[in-house]
């Protein structure tokens, strides 16, 4: 079992940042892939970033690259979603996810079915 708890979320103008945090705790960290998603109002869950065990594959849907950065702290079981240029599409509220990779150092996924565990997620809203 992992606990996930999502922080950072809240209110901003368009064109600036917002650093989102997920405290992971439970299982070693380390043993997980890490995902973030995103839910808007009336749409469908979708898929923002996920970052491999150690860091090293990272993937990022298409409307955030260059925007958003995924980043972990193994030793701080946190992962961190930093969020650049934020723009009024980016409003949401943001979950993170753990996936039980099975020991592939370099796997992350893009599919929420591969995730095993989820926070209860935090509100981005931003203005225009």
């Known amino acids: 079992q992992v606990n996930l708890v999502e922080s950072g979320g809240g209110l901003v103008q368009a064109g600036g940042s917002l650093r989102l945090s997920c405290a992971a705790s439970g299982r070693t960290f380390s043993y997980y892939a890490m995902g973030w998603f995103r839910q808007a109002p009336g749409k469908e869950r979708e898929f923002v970033a996920a970052?491999?065990?150690?860091?090293?594959?990272?993937y990022y849907v298409d409307f955030v690259k260059g925007r958003f950065t995924i980043s972990r702290d193994n030793a701080k079981n946190t992962v961190y979603l930093q969020m650049n240029s934020l723009k009024f599409e980016d409003t949401a509220v943001y979950y993170c996810?753990?996936?039980?990779?099975?020991?592939?150092?370099?796997?992350?996924?893009?599919?929420?079915?591969?995730?095993?565990?989820w926070g209860q997620g935090t509100q981005v809203t931003v203005s225009s």
């Open positions: 996810a753990a996936s039980d990779v099975r020991g592939r150092l370099y796997y992350a996924s893009r599919a929420s079915y591969e995730y095993d565990y």
């Open positions: 970052i491999s065990r150690g860091g090293g594959t990272t």
